[in-house]
């Protein structure tokens, strides 16, 4: 039988890659993107497209009921640095949305639901060195106490309804096709277009804070890769952790410098979303995700800096030549 999927916060970092990586292996009108915002530029085109809120659960329900989803994804969230902004929102949203959405895929009998945990999970009591899945867990911002809830939710729903649900804490993610949208992580993105604009950029993280991020193409290959993976492989339920590449704002800054010699980097003195960074692990061990899928990253620092440039550039020349036509 084939896939129906709907993607739900298809506009976002993650869902505009997604969406298109779904629509490549299950064919366009397999793939149903949606969004509370109009489609975004790069899922416009490629296939239909339905407006949902999903803190709206009649418009939720109708939805559900003409799609009759087999497979979900949920990626519709408010992050770590705008989540210090609007408190409840962050929590209505994140917790609201995800009850809604496993509560439907049981009615429906979906067959497997996708929902995003992060490193976020994790607080300034873990151990901050190869992190593992198990350990102390007292996250101190309200996405990061939002996903760890969601992740016993999900837990839950798998134990009391055998609903399959899937779940990976993904590191910080670096893509050139769409921003990041209101994370602690982002600086590793605006750097790619400043470096390129301006040659110089201003860190609102410190020089040495490393944090756990990955490369946009390993982490929809992971999540592919886990949404596809027989179910009696799986042994976790609440979320997978998942490890890519560990760097600091000047480790990434010196990448840059071998492809932008003359690429400055400064770094601000105090910004909200350092206590956020210093709160989170430095690295994190992802065994239980490499020996039950047989995950692996494929891109290193210099791999990822000479791919995100590359085709960076491309796409600020196209779109420079089109501003100027
Ligand atoms: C954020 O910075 O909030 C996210 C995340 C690590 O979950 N990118």
Redesign the pocket.
């Known amino acids: 039988m084939s896939e129906k999927i709907l993607v739900i916060g298809a506009n976002g970092q993650i869902g505009t890659e997604l969406v298109n990586a779904l629509r490549n292996i299950h064919g366009a009108e397999q793939v149903i993107a949606s969004d509370i915002n109009s489609p975004a530029q790069a899922i416009r085109h490629s296939g239909p497209f339905e407006f949902v809120n999903v803190l709206d659960k009649a418009n939720l329900h109708h939805i559900f009921t003409k799609h009759q989803p087999t497979q979900v994804y949920l990626l519709a969230a408010i992050?770590?640095?705008v989540?210090e902004q609007k408190p409840k929102m962050a929590w209505d949203l994140n917790m609201t949305g995800l009850i809604h959405v496993l509560d439907f895929a049981v009615e429906f009998k979906t067959k497997k639901v996708f929902w995003p945990s992060?490193?976020?999970v994790f607080g300034p009591h873990s151990p901050k060195e190869d992190t593992p899945q198990y350990c102390v867990m007292d996250p101190n911002t309200v996405?990061g106490f939002s996903?760890l809830a969601g992740e016993r939710w999900c837990e839950y729903y798998y134990t009391k309804y055998g609903l399959d649900v899937r779940s990976i804490r993904?590191?910080?993610?670096i893509g050139w096709r769409a921003a990041?949208g209101?994370?602690?992580?982002?600086y590793a993105v605006h750097i790619f277009h400043e470096a390129l604009r301006k040659g110089s950029y201003e860190s609102f993280l410190s020089a040495g804070t490393a944090?756990?991020m990955m490369y946009m193409d390993d982490a929809i290959r992971a999540t592919i890769t886990l949404m596809d993976a027989p179910p009696e492989t799986l042994s976790i339920r609440s979320s997978y952790n998942l490890a890519g590449i560990s760097f600091t704002p000047e480790q990434l800054a010196g990448e840059i410098k071998k492809i932008i010699s003359n690429f400055e980097i400064s770094y601000s003195e105090s910004d909200p979303r350092q206590a956020?960074a210093d709160s989170?692990p430095k690295s994190i061990d992802d065994s239980y995700a490499r020996q039950d899928w047989g995950w692996e990253s494929a891109y290193d620092l210099p791999a990822m800096t000479e791919d995100m440039l590359r085709n960076l550039k491309n796409v600020m020349e196209v779109k420079d030549k089109g501003e100027r036509l």
């Open positions: 992050l770590s640095a989540g992060s490193i976020a996405y996903k993904y590191p910080g993610l990041p209101g994370g602690t992580t982002d944090l756990p956020i989170w």
